[in-house]
């Protein structure tokens, strides 16, 4: 497996609670991703990181929020969590485009 | 907007026997188009990349072909194992210039012994 971590592994919250997920990589990749999976939407993307500072909106950006002040670590923040927030999220890097992507083994996150 | 479709329903194969998946994609014009394996709990793992300008890609039991005429892929396990058993996911990226993927929602493989 490439050396991907994330943190916690599982979550339980309630809603209106602030959230961050973490997304640790010892393989010094520039693409960091957040992806959601949700059964019936599969992998959608939430935000994603071209460098250190460098981050940019997916599909389904709202309501997160991302910083990236290394290059091994990239946090995903949920200010306030809400229900439709539950979900199994996945961080995933890369080294440059078109480079295949390596995954994380997943955060399951239950807002109640 | 873009839309990519893989079958809903399970695939249920005899072992020994060709697996075939196909991914569809609409209002869009990838650049290449990559296969993953996920297994349950697991994070997606990476099987194969393909082109535009290639037509057929292969590894090991494993091929995918890319029609982007008809904007399809086509992704066959050659003699299937149950260790083959997993759900498959399409994901086309490079449209517009950058890197990212869009997946579809997966394919099951259920290989019977």
């Known amino acids: 497996d490439a050396g991907i971590t994330q943190s916690p592994r599982h979550k339980v919250t309630e809603t209106g609670t602030p959230v961050t997920l973490r997304c640790h990589q010892t393989?010094?990749?520039?693409?960091m991703y957040w992806y959601r999976q949700d059964p019936g939407h599969g992998l959608r993307l939430i935000h994603y990181?071209?460098?250190?500072?460098?981050?940019d909106k997916g599909e389904v950006s709202d309501g997160y929020s991302v910083s990236r002040s290394k290059t091994e670590d990239f946090l995903l923040t949920l200010e306030s969590a809400t229900s439709s927030q539950t979900s199994v999220y996945f961080c995933?890097?890369?080294?440059?485009?078109?480079?295949?992507?390596?995954f994380g083994p997943g955060t399951r996150l239950t807002v109640l | 907007s873009q839309k990519i479709e893989q079958n809903s329903e399970a695939l249920n194969i005899q072992e020994g026997k060709t697996a075939t998946l196909t991914c569809n994609y609409t209002?869009?014009?990838?650049?290449?188009l990559q296969w993953y394996r996920q297994d349950p709990g697991r994070g997606p793992v990476f099987l194969l990349l393909?082109?535009?300008?290639?037509k057929e890609k292969r590894k090991e039991r494993l091929k995918v072909t890319f029609d982007t005429t008809l904007k399809q892929s086509l992704f066959h396990i050659t003699a299937s194992q149950p260790a083959d058993s997993a759900t498959y996911l399409c994901?086309?990226?490079?449209?517009?210039?950058?890197?990212?993927?869009?997946f579809g929602k997966g394919n099951q493989v259920v290989v019977i012994p």
């Open positions: 995933a890097i890369s080294g440059g485009a078109a480079d295949t992507q390596y």
């Open positions: 393989e010094n990749h520039r693409y």
């Open positions: 990181s071209y460098g250190v500072k460098d981050t």
């Open positions: 209002n869009y014009s990838p650049a290449y």
């Open positions: 393909i082109r535009e300008n290639e």
């Open positions: 994901a086309p990226g490079g449209a517009y210039g950058n890197n990212r993927l869009a």
